[in-house]
C-alpha cells in the first residue's frame, strides 16, 4: 500500500489558480502511475489527469488545457498546477494510483478542498 498526503487547496475566485501537492510513501514511487481525483457534493469520484511512470500524460476533456500534472520522482511527488479556475472545479481533490474508472489501487488521504467562489 501506497499512502499519500494531499496539500495545496484553498479558496480562489473564478480565473485565479492553485497548485497541489501529493506526497506519496514508498521507495519505488517512480514505477507508479499517479493520478488526480475529485468528488464534488453529491457526485461521483472522477479521474481529472494522470501521469505515468514513463511520463505520458491524460486528462479529462473538462480540464484539458487548463490543468497540468508534473511530478518529481526525487520527491515522492506530484504536483496538479490549476489555472483558468471554474466554479464546477469546486470538489475535494484526491491522488491515488490508478485502478480503472473512479478506483484506486490505495486507501484514499483526506485529500485537498478547493472552492471556486466569487
Known amino acids: 500500500q501506497v499512502q499519500f498526503v494531499e496539500s495545496g487547496g484553498g479558496l480562489v475566485q473564478p480565473g485565479g489558480s492553485l497548485r497541489l501537492s501529493c506526497v506519496a510513501s514508498?521507495?519505488?514511487?517512480?514505477?507508479?502511475?499517479i493520478g488526480w481525483y475529485r468528488q464534488a457534493p453529491g457526485k461521483e469520484r472522477e479521474l481529472v489527469a494522470r501521469?505515468?511512470?514513463?511520463?505520458?500524460?491524460k486528462y479529462v476533456d473538462s480540464v484539458k488545457g487548463r490543468f497540468t500534472i508534473s511530478r518529481d520522482n526525487a520527491k515522492n511527488t506530484v504536483y496538479l498546477q490549476m489555472n483558468s479556475l471554474k466554479p464546477e472545479d469546486t470538489a475535494v481533490y484526491y491522488c491515488?494510483?490508478?485502478?480503472?474508472?473512479?478506483?484506486?489501487?490505495?486507501?484514499w488521504g483526506q485529500g485537498t478542498q478547493v472552492t471556486v467562489s466569487s
Open positions: 501521469i505515468g511512470s514513463d511520463g505520458i500524460l
Open positions: 491515488n494510483r490508478p485502478q480503472g474508472g473512479s478506483r484506486g489501487y490505495d486507501a
Open positions: 514508498g521507495r519505488i514511487f517512480s514505477f507508479y502511475d
